[in-house]
């Protein structure tokens, strides 16, 4: 194959056909080959020059996914809103991302790579929690957040939310899951962060049920 003078429309092309085939036959199926045979006209030391390991395009497709769907840049352009209210707008909205709900159903675990539990607890500290920093320090000025450490209480609600709440990473029931959510809302009230309402546990309860009946 001739070499690309836009390597950007070739890393664009792996990720759809990964994405389509991550899909289709769930990531622990699908290997590099699996990818480079459905381009039909890329090899795979081509592969390589875009993407090192198969944990690596796994993490492009899950990051490409859940940036389809901002939920806290759409909160952000919501007028009227508070601290407050922002964050737990972006909250529902995440739950709003169907091409990141049915990526997430194709994986069994996740716990078998450690490099993607690490990049995964990276990310909410590194990438997620200087979103929910910025509702934090507006509703703090706003008054409807009362939190005594902003910063640490941003990386606490990734970490807690996106990695012990996870139901791909920690299976559970569904009754022990809605057991978890209310230890953090009670968690969150206390130190001033009241994010977690009913219409919060109803969102998570349903989506607690759809992963169990993949």
Known sequence: MPRNKYPEITEKRILDTATKLFVEKGWEETTIQDIVDDLGDLTRGAFYHHFKSKEDIIDAVLNRLANENDPFKKSKNISGLNGLERLRMAFLLSFENIGQLEAIKTIPTILNSPKLIAKQLQDCVNSGA???????????????????????????????????????????DTEEYLLKVKHLQELFNSIGLPVIDDQIID????????????
């Open 203 to 214: 969102i998570l309860e349903k989506f607690h049920k759809s992963i169990l009946n993949i």
């Open 130 to 172: 200087p979103d929910i920093l910025a509702f934090i320090d507006e509703g703090v000025m706003d008054g409807s957040i009362s939190v005594q450490y902003p910063k640490q209480t941003s990386e606490t609600f990734m970490l807690l939310t996106n990695i012990w709440l996870s139901p791909i990473i920690f299976s559970v």
